[in-house]
Antibody, heavy 127, light 108 residues
Framework: HLQLQESGPGLVKPSETLSLTCTVS??????????WGWIRQSPGKGLEWIGS???????YSNSSLKSRVSIFVDTSTNQFSLKLSSVTAADTALYYC???????????????????WGQGTLVIVSS | EIVLTQSPGTLSLSPGERATLSCRAS???????LAWYQQKPGQAPRLLIY???SRATGIPDRFSGRGSGTDFTLSISGLEPEDFAVYYC?????????FGQGTQVEVK
């Protein structure tokens, strides 16, 4: 039974880097066909896909955030992580991690629906 | 970027009634790569439908999806008390996944 759980600081100062980790249980990150993603939800922007990563380390992200986003996996701990640099108040949101199976791929980037999701973690950007 | 517009914003219905939710895309969604999610307060979104019309595991058959191109619909036949929630569509047919802004189904 695949489950995901986000963890990380709930408060980040403006201009600093937001760091979150998603712990995967019920399946091995390196032994499955899943892609691992981050999505955030805020009152102003709704649901927004941030980026995704495969167990090989190959990652791809939302072009609007690309220059600030880094997503990577740690197969030894069965976790994957998000780093978002130079945060502002606009990055305040509920951050979810989720799994997706590939419906199709373009090069190393694969796309599909998200299932399941973690419970989410609230990150506030404020000094 | 494919913009998804959901309508109506709020749907007020009574238990037992049929709900019809719309999701319109700003350009054609490749191969009907569209999903629907349900979100209840304090919970993460839950997958209902993928591929525009395929029900996810464990989803009751009162939920159905249809559509192609730019117009998609989620129907709930006979609303149960637990179905009152917010519903989102999501397209994964382009390199930038996007979501609709949601439709809230509330008790009339």
């Amino acid at each position: 039974h695949l489950q995901l759980q986000e963890s990380g600081p709930g408060l980040v100062k403006p201009s600093e880097t937001l760091s979150l980790t998603c712990t995967v249980s019920g399946v091995s990150i390196s032994g499955s066909s899943y892609y691992w993603g981050w999505i955030r939800q805020s009152p102003g922007k709704g649901l927004e896909w941030i980026g995704s990563v495969y167990y090989t380390g190959s990652s791809y992200s939302n072009s609007s955030l690309k220059s600030r986003v880094s997503i990577f996996v740690d197969t030894s701990t069965n976790q994957f992580s998000l780093k978002l640099s130079s945060v502002t108040a606009a990055d305040t949101a509920l951050y979810y991690c989720a799994a997706s199976l590939a419906s199709y791929c373009v090069g190393v980037s694969c796309y599909g629906w998200f299932d399941p999701w973690g419970q989410g973690t609230l990150v506030i950007v404020s000094s | 970027e494919i913009v998804l517009t959901q309508s109506p914003g709020t749907l007020s219905l009574s238990p037992g009634e049929r709900a019809t939710l719309s999701c319109r895309a700003s350009q054609s969604v490749n191969s009907s790569y569209l999903a629907w999610y349900q979100q209840k307060p304090g919970q993460a979104p839950r997958l209902l439908i993928y591929g525009a019309s395929s029900r996810a595991t464990g989803i009751p058959d009162r939920f159905s999806g249809r559509g192609s191109g730019t117009d998609f619909t989620l129907s709930i036949s006979g609303l149960e008390p637990e179905d009152f929630a917010v519903y989102y569509c999501q397209q994964y047919g382009s390199s930038l996944w996007t979501f609709g802004q949601g439709t809230q189904v509330e008790v009339k």
